[in-house]
């Protein structure tokens, strides 16, 4: 058993000790580089056809949202993260 503890307390102690340096940092994924795109048109101006096309578009409005959220979020870290390690050299 303590053998079992020693070996955990290895595991932990090296995975602490990883840095990252500047250059390391994950790619952000080309999903989340892409514009969003236009609304597409409306194809007739019956009342049916209006609610689907705004529903359709309210989703792909709140998808698209959340990638830009989400790249502008991954931007905010790496920018911390540079900062931390020392800036622009």
Same mark, same amino acid.
């Given at each position: 058993? &303590?053998? #079992? #503890?020693?070996?955990?307390?290895? $595991?932990? #102690?090296?995975?602490?000790?990883? @840095? @990252? @340096? ?10 989340? #580089? ?5 609304? =597409?048109?409306? &194809? =007739?101006?019956?009342?049916?056809? *209006?609610?689907?096309?705004? *529903? ?9 949202? =959340?990638?830009?959220?989400? $790249? &502008?979020? &991954? *931007?905010?870290?790496?920018?911390? $993260? ?8």
């Amino acid at each position: 058993m &303590a053998r #079992l #503890l020693i070996g955990i307390s290895v $595991l932990f #102690l090296s995975a602490c000790a990883v @840095t @990252t @340096t500047r250059g390391d940092f994950l790619p952000i994924s080309e999903e989340k #580089l892409q514009e969003c795109p236009l609304p =597409s048109q409306l &194809a =007739s101006g019956s009342h049916s056809e *209006v609610e689907r096309w705004a *529903v359709e578009q309210g989703f792909k409005y709140r998808e698209c949202s =959340s990638m830009q959220h989400e $790249l &502008a979020e &991954a *931007v905010r870290l790496r920018q911390k $993260l540079v900062a931390i390690d020392g800036g622009d050299k």
